[in-house]
């Protein structure tokens, strides 16, 4: 996803199905277009388990939720997931006020969240 405004991501390719995305700073109003794109693009890339690390996420407003939203409807259209990792106090509370806890399986640890992940198929 690179660097965006306000927002910073690191990824990081698990196998042909699964990305780590590390999620830096605010996934807001300014931020949220290029984050749609991007995640769209990892997915048109073939990607289909979205695991996002929002261990270092200082914001997110009901724009960010939008677009994570967008992108579970969609990645699970492909038949894929998205976990969340980590995130702050404050940001999980907004996804436990929202009760989007129940669309996005929330993990302590990375290490969590890909044990979930279904290995990639054998050719």
Known sequence: M?????????LRKVDDLTTV????GELD???APRARTAMLSLLDEGCRHLILNLRWMDFIDSTGLSVLMGALRNVRE?????????????VRR???????TYA??????????LAQVPPPASA
């Open 2 to 10: 690179g660097n965006l405004v306000g927002l910073r991501s690191e």
């Open 21 to 24: 995305v590390d999620l830096h």
């Open 29 to 31: 109003t300014h931020t």
């Open 78 to 90: 492909l038949g894929g997931s998205i976990r969340l990792v980590a995130p702050v106090y404050h």
């Open 94 to 100: 907004i996804f436990e006020v929202t009760r989007l």
């Open 104 to 113: 996005f399986p929330i993990d302590a640890t990375e290490k969590e969240s």
